[in-house]
């Protein structure tokens, strides 16, 4: 079955960096249209990112361009999201999933991981 994992939140300062990881297993990661999405406390899911199975193309949330970057390693069946000058509305439980374009925005398949937190304070 579909298993994802993420790993790498923590607590860091507005202005910081951070690189967030998720482990996939049970399907053709390879093949697969893979993103991020984000829930801050109170608020509903949000799309963050998605990147294409080979790489061709990322696509990003308009908050989160030129400040995020997506990446993965097929061989390794991982995605990765770099995170970089953080604010504190980027706070939230960040998860990967596979993702599908619906319409003219990204919607996130489940299942989806435990998720990791992501804290922007100072």
């Known amino acids: 079955q579909v298993q994802l994992v993420e790993s790498g939140g923590g607590l860091v300062q507005p202005g910081g960096s951070l690189r967030v990881s998720c482990a996939a297993s049970?399907?053709?990661?390879?093949?697969?249209?893979m993103g991020w999405v984000r829930q801050a406390p109170g608020k509903g899911l949000e799309w963050v990112s998605t990147?294409?199975?080979?790489?061709?193309?990322?696509y990003y949330a308009d908050p989160v361009k030129g400040r995020f970057t997506i990446s993965r390693d097929n061989a390794r069946n991982t995605l990765y999201l770099q995170m970089n000058n953080l604010k504190p509305e980027d706070t939230a439980l960040y998860y990967c999933s596979r993702v599908v374009l619906q319409g003219t925005t990204w919607g996130s398949l489940p299942p989806r991981g435990q998720g990791t937190q992501v804290t922007v304070s100072s």
């Open positions: 990147i294409t199975p080979v790489s061709t193309k990322t």
């Open positions: 049970g399907f053709a990661f390879s093949s697969s249209f």
